[in-house]
T-cell receptor, first 117, second 112 residues
Framework: NAGVTQTPKFRVLKTGQSMTLLCAQDMNHEYMYWYRQDPGMGLRLIHYSVGEGTTAKGEVPDGYNVSRLKKQNFLLGLESAAPSQTSVYFC????????????????FGPGTRLTVL | GESVGLHLPTLSVQEGDNSIINCAYS??????FIWYKQESGKGPQFIID?????DKRQGQRVTVLLNKTVKHLSLQIAATQPGDSAVYFC???????????FGQGTILTVHP
């Protein structure tokens, strides 16, 4: 299994441009998440999805949109990129059902480094 | 909102020493806690977890301690190796849809 994959790995945008980040998982997980990570800070949740066709806002959703048309894919869109969106973006997924100890571990992708000029 | 924080942003140790990384949390309703390791240029990787009804859990070379009285979590790494050099995050979860709240991270540097 590839686990969680993200494309692209790197991207440079100019202010006002748009782009879509793709996350794919092959573990049949129901839940998927998008985070951003800024220097000196932990991961902050942007949006998440609890199943195909559903999305919800996280801690820092402004300026981003998401879609979950297929269970295995979770897309993160930037309609009009701003320098404040320069960050490393991580996608993660987790089980719906709990493990034996009822803890839902999240599995992370390798990240996308985005720079907005 | 509720958040998870760390006392020390950096920790430097010698190879073979034991390392202790600390974390303070504020949400008493969190059901479980997870420690993640993040190496440079990679995504976070699961290390160990602990439920809120436990106070200690051991893994291979790692131990997590939970003190709910003072809302404190720690990760102990025995016989630290250069390969342990990374950023370590604590995260709390269990309140909603598997969402996790992450601390800011501690940079662990292991010197040979």
């Amino acid at each position: 299994n590839a686990g969680v994959t993200q494309t692209p790995k790197f991207r440079v945008l100019k202010t006002g441009q748009s782009m879509t980040l793709l996350c794919a998982q092959d573990m049949n997980h129901e839940y998927m998440y998008w985070y951003r990570q800024d220097p000196g800070m932990g991961l902050r949740l942007i949006h998440y999805s609890v199943g195909e066709g559903t999305t919800a806002k996280g801690e820092v959703p402004d300026g981003y949109n998401v879609s979950r048309l297929k269970k295995q894919n979770f897309l993160l869109g930037l309609e009009s990129a701003a320098p404040s969106q320069t960050s490393v973006y991580f996608c993660a997924s987790s089980y719906v059902g709990s493990r034996s100890n009822n803890i839902r571990e999240q599995f992370f992708g390798p990240g996308t480094r985005l720079t907005v000029l | 909102g509720e958040s998870v924080g760390l006392h020390l942003p950096t920790l430097s140790v010698q190879e073979g020493d034991n390392s202790i990384i600390n974390c303070a949390y504020s949400n008493s309703a969190s059901d479980y806690f997870i420690w993640y390791k993040q190496e440079s240029g990679k995504g976070p990787q699961f290390i160990i977890d602990i439920r809120s009804n436990m106070d200690k859990r051991q893994g291979q070379r790692v131990t997590v301690l939970l003190n709910k009285t003072v809302k404190h979590l720690s990760l102990q790494i025995a016989a630290t190796q250069p390969g342990d050099s990374a950023v370590y995050f604590c995260a709390e979860g269990g309140t909603s849809y598997g969402k996790l709240t992450f601390g800011q991270g501690t940079i662990l540097t292991v010197h040979p």
